[in-house]
């Protein structure tokens, strides 16, 4: 890279876009509160076997791991997730942190 006052690889023009492309539209993390205190997850497997990732916040990651039988998501302390196609055992469509959560397709659940 090398130069100090050249484009920078975070920004979406320059390379972040399959970035968001996997936390937004694979893992399906929206942030609906600042800090992502709320988010949104709306897991879509778009014909993979498997997918997972995090994404920092400031109390600790979300991360979201997708397969086949169903999703599991980790929030930390302060965060509130709002499912979105899945839910917790016992049909609960919103989850907060900290804790591990097994998610199931609503068809499923």
Do not use: K
């Not at 899945?86 to 097994?102: D, H, K, L």
Request: net charge neutral; glycine share 16%.
């Amino acid at each position: 890279y090398g130069r100090p006052f050249g484009n920078s690889l975070c920004h979406a023009w320059a390379g972040a876009a399959p970035v968001l492309g996997l936390v937004r539209g694979v893992l399906g993390i929206w942030p609906t509160e600042g800090g992502h205190q709320r988010c949104r997850i709306a897991p879509r497997m778009g014909g993979l076997e498997w997918a997972r990732g995090s994404v920092p916040v400031p109390s600790g990651d979300i991360r979201v791991e997708i397969d086949s039988r169903g999703a599991r998501v980790d929030l930390p302390e302060h965060v509130t997730a709002d499912l979105s196609g899945y839910a917790v055992s016992g049909g609960a469509r919103s989850i907060t942190g900290p804790g591990t959560f097994e998610l199931r397709a609503e068809a499923h659940v």
